[in-house]
């Protein structure tokens, strides 16, 4: 079955950039997307097809697909960016990685 | 606006059944594929289950294939999850999600933009 792998953890200072990582095998020929979960809420879409904000996601969030990895990047980090995130893809089904959790410190 | 409101968790014994639904408002529904996706305490997200639109198309994941069942009622804006065969292993908040691909029924468009607020599933004698 298809996985994609996480680093377990991510930390960043508040106003620096934060990179959360996303491999798999030949994960930049299909679409990615990125989740952010918040302790005790649903997750919320912040990326979808690789590259795209829904609406209302702020402009600090960005990301990228490229080889084996895909790569959520967030600008000028700030505390309520402090969550987990989680990126998708489908291989025969959604696939979800593990999940990373952002620390803000 | 969007809304997903789920229903039908609670406790039940191992080997035991539950029916989960989620009623859908504010989009016109047979146009969206919906998802069920799973998190037990302490853990990540695990995609369950997906419908397409129509209800044609049905996807599960390797976990829970022969054991669960999705179907949708298009006339009540309502998908369920039939869950049988429980195990403890199936324990977690269930979300019911939409996915965001207008017409999508699978695929890499198979993502999720509204997620309900979940509902527990404990199995447990």
């Known amino acids: 079955s298809y996985e994609l792998t996480q680093p377990p953890s991510v930390s960043v200072s508040p106003g620096l950039t934060a990179s959360i990582s996303c491999s798999g095998d030949?994960?930049?020929?299909?679409?990615v997307s990125w989740y952010q979960q918040k302790p005790g809420q649903s997750p919320v879409l912040v990326i979808y097809?690789?590259?795209k904000r829904p609406s209302g996601i702020p402009e600090r969030f960005s990301a990228s697909n490229s080889g084996n990895t895909a790569t959520l990047t967030i600008s000028g980090t700030q505390a309520m960016d402090e969550a987990d995130y989680y990126c998708?893809?489908?291989?025969?089904?959604?696939?979800f990685g593990g999940g990373t959790k952002l620390t803000v410190l | 606006e969007v809304q997903l409101l789920e229903s039908g968790g609670g406790l039940v014994e191992p080997g035991g059944s539950l029916r989960l639904s989620c009623e859908a408002s504010g989009f016109m529904f047979s146009d969206y594929a919906m998802s069920w996706v799973r998190q037990a305490p302490g853990k990540g997200l695990e995609w369950v289950s997906g419908?397409?639109?129509?209800?044609?198309?049905?996807y599960y994941a390797d976990s829970v294939k022969g054991r669960f069942t999705i179907s949708r009622d298009n006339s009540k804006n309502t998908v369920y999850l039939q869950m049988n065969s429980l195990r403890a292993e199936d324990t977690a908040v269930y979300y019911c999600?939409?996915?965001?691909?207008?017409?999508?029924?699978?695929?890499?468009?198979?993502?999720?933009?509204?997620w309900g607020q979940g509902i527990l599933v404990t199995v447990s004698s």
């Open positions: 419908i397409s639109g129509s209800g044609q198309s049905t």
């Open positions: 999600a939409r996915v965001g691909d207008q017409y999508c029924a699978g695929g890499s468009c198979f993502y999720s933009d509204y």
């Open positions: 030949k994960l930049g020929s299909d679409y």
């Open positions: 097809q690789d590259d």
């Open positions: 998708q893809a489908w291989g025969s089904g959604v696939v």
